[in-house]
């Protein structure tokens, strides 16, 4: 804080929160405790980067007014988030019953011999506040479905395996039944093999295969 014999200002530095493309804002305090109207001007060396509402005023007889400083989006982050910018506040007194209406350039001129108090106050940038990450519940939240789907995953191969067991016995049970039948045929054909029964083992190695292949 900084006390004049007119005005005491808070804070002295214009400590913005800096986010790309974001318009960040920050408050001064104006605290007038003499019994004089005093007017007030605040000026900037980057007027096209910032905002101050109000940039003139009157602060009454033992009262404050508060000062709001804007800073435009930024495309770029300074190196360092090191700033340069500065601000002057100036302040005045200023006629009894005086309005911002009332304020002049000429009034804060310190050769026509009006007696002008002076503020500088610096610009500097912080970084954001981190929230927490929900990363490390996102993981855990994300596991269980993977748990489920590899257990989903075992119990359809078991699933599937009992199945392709229960078709092999079948076939074997066929296969019993079908043998004197493929020997008869064997033995009119002069002892040759049976093209079924070619088809048929190559299924059968192509099952079992697969059915090892999961398991």
Known sequence: MS???????DPLELKF???LRKQI???????NK???????KVKTTNP????????????LPRSTCDVIVTMQAQKEAPPDLQCRDKFLLQSVKANDGASPKDITAEMF???????????KLRVVYVSPPQLPSP????????????????????????????????????????????EELLRREGSKSGGGVSFLFVIFIGLLGIIMGYIMKIS
């Open 48 to 59: 096209k980067k910032y905002c101050v509402r109000p940039n003139t005023g009157i602060v």
């Open 109 to 119: 001129n310190k050769e026509a011999g009006h007696v002008v108090e002076e503020c």
């Open 34 to 40: 003499t019994d004089n109207y005093v007017a007030f």
């Open 3 to 9: 006390t004049g014999d007119l005005l005491s200002i």
């Open 135 to 178: 990363v490390h519940e996102g993981s855990e939240e994300g596991s269980s479905p993977r748990g489920s789907v590899s257990d989903n995953g075992h119990a359809n191969a078991a699933e599937f395996t009992n199945a392709a067991r229960a078709f092999t016995e079948q076939l074997e049970a066929q296969d019993k039944s079908s």
């Open 17 to 19: 929160p800096f986010e």
């Open 25 to 31: 804002s920050c408050s001064l305090q104006l605290s």
